[in-house]
């Protein structure tokens, strides 16, 4: 079975313009999981391995099943919101049934994860993260299903983009306020400091639920998964997307995972590292609304190559003269923040492609579809750590005397995500060929 997400017949006759409380109220939905992104993935491994109950190799461990977890379940939990549920508000459903488990899974992995075994923790970690993917999938496809011209996805996804980064810059001050609040805090404290913003946006998601018009889910036969993949592989803006989406998500993961060791071994502010990056968090929020603004005037793949060519510009020419000072690292961290903001970009161009992969199936993916932009993203992520670790392994970085490879460990923090943006520019241009083209017959479903 499958679900397709049909306007009301009011709603096809109102104009396509999205009313602003409607983008405001989608907005604020996402406040759960976005902030439960990288401040968790900062937090969350030191405070576990600081317990004591399992060993520092056995935490990477843990989080690299997870991930392989997430590559599983991610797919498997878009399918089930496309073909599960239907009716009136069937996005909100699925939403409301994950807050609950994934509420009661915080609280406990913030309280005693760090003394629990690894089996154990292993067990939790899993649920935790499949109702994270459960209630995100469907957040991002119910926004597909309110869009009806990609001026719409750009404003709402951009707004959306907007709300995330402000959360995120709540949930990196909420630790810091409070250490400096409360003197010699653990870090067990500073994790349910930051865990605790979650009771504040959970009851405003709730609010912003009922908000958001609901849209009609109506179940249909499925095609079985060997067409299915068929039918995604033959689709190449589709591809090609996921590929613009992994190596994005490669070059931010390259930028977060080095962050730290540049700050300290190249611009000789280890103990500002904290504020570099809540610096560049604020020029992402700040960046957001004129992205979004620009994003609707002149086309979403033009933007996002204006800003992969921004950054990594950027990124190259400290080669040449690095920031100097803390207020010149502040500015350098502002302006970089500003190219942070890929992802309002992949997921309104999913949104404007699932009308043309809806055609071709004969039947709505937007849940799968999302499902896949997501796990492309956990992918590229994960990649960019694990190159980034090899490459400071291969030049002989030491975390203990940074400064004894610092220009390499400047190379590397800068030419390697400005060479993954650059090749996601000529994927650009390679999809806004390919759509230019004319619409691609649709793909036959297979003999019942």
């Known amino acids: 079975m499958a679900s397709t997400a049909l306007p009301s017949a009011a709603a096809a006759s109102e104009t396509s313009d999205l009313r602003p409380r409607t983008v405001a109220a989608y907005a604020a939905t996402a406040g759960p999981t976005v902030m439960l992104g990288l401040p968790f993935s900062v937090y969350l491994p030191p405070y576990i391995a600081e317990g004591g109950a399992i ?4 935490v990477g461990l843990l989080f690299s099943l997870t991930t392989i977890w997430d590559g599983v379940v991610d797919p498997l939990i878009g399918t089930m919101v496309d073909r599960v549920r239907t009716g009136l508000g069937a996005h909100r459903r699925w939403m409301l049934l994950a807050l609950l488990p994934l509420s009661l899974l915080l609280l406990a992995l913030v309280t005693i994860g760090n003394q629990l075994p690894f089996a154990a923790l292993f067990l939790m970690m899993v649920l935790f993260y499949s109702s994270y993917s459960l209630y995100e999938v469907a957040q991002l496809s119910w926004g597909s299903a309110l869009v009806r011209s990609p001026a719409d996805s750009a404003l709402l996804y951009g707004m959306r983009d907007w709300f995330a980064k402000i959360a995120l810059i709540l949930a990196f001050a909420a630790p810091a306020a409070a250490q400096l609040l409360i003197p010699g805090l653990s870090l067990q404290g500073r994790i349910m400091a930051y865990a605790s913003l979650f009771l504040l946006l959970v009851p405003i998601a709730l609010f912003a639920i009922r ?3 609901p849209r009609t889910v109506v179940a249909e036969s499925g095609f079985g998964w060997r067409h299915e993949i068929r039918a995604s592989l033959s689709f190449r803006p589709l591809m090609l997307l996921l590929g613009v989406q992994f190596l994005n998500s490669f070059a931010f993961g390259s930028l977060t995972s080095l962050f730290v060791f540049f700050a300290a071994a190249v611009l000789d502010l280890d103990a500002q590292s904290a504020v570099l990056l809540f610096a560049s968090f604020i020029g992402g ?5 004129l992205w ?3 994003a609707r ?7 996002m190559m204006a800003m992969g060519l921004l950054i990594g510009g950027l990124l190259v020419a400290t080669l040449a003269q690095q920031p100097r000072g803390l207020g010149q690292a502040v500015g350098f961290s502002l302006m970089l923040g500003t190219g942070f903001v890929g992802l309002l970009f992949t997921y309104s161009m999913l949104a404007d492609l699932i009308p043309r992969d809806s055609e071709r199936c004969g039947r709505n993916r937007s849940a799968f579809l999302f499902a896949l932009l997501n796990l492309m993203a956990k992918f590229g992520v994960a990649a960019a750590i694990a190159v980034s670790y090899a490459a400071l392994d291969l030049v002989g970085f030491d975390p203990q005397n ?8 400047h190379l590397i923090f800068a030419l390697q995500p400005t060479a993954s943006w650059m090749i996601m520019v000529g994927l650009l241009l390679w999809m806004q060929r390919e759509l230019t083209r004319a619409p691609a017959l649709a793909i036959p479903a297979p003999p019942k």
């Not at 060993?55 to 056995?58: D, F």
């Not at 929020?285 to 609304?289: E, F, G």
């Not at 940074?402 to 460990?409: C, I, S, T």
């Open 55 to 58: 060993s520092v190799a056995l």
């Open 211 to 213: 908000r958001v018009p």
């Open 285 to 289: 929020a700040l960046a957001s609304p």
């Open 292 to 294: 979004t603004f620009l």
């Open 297 to 303: 005037r002149f086309g979403k793949p033009p933007m």
């Open 402 to 409: 940074g400064k004894a490879a610092a220009r390499e460990l």
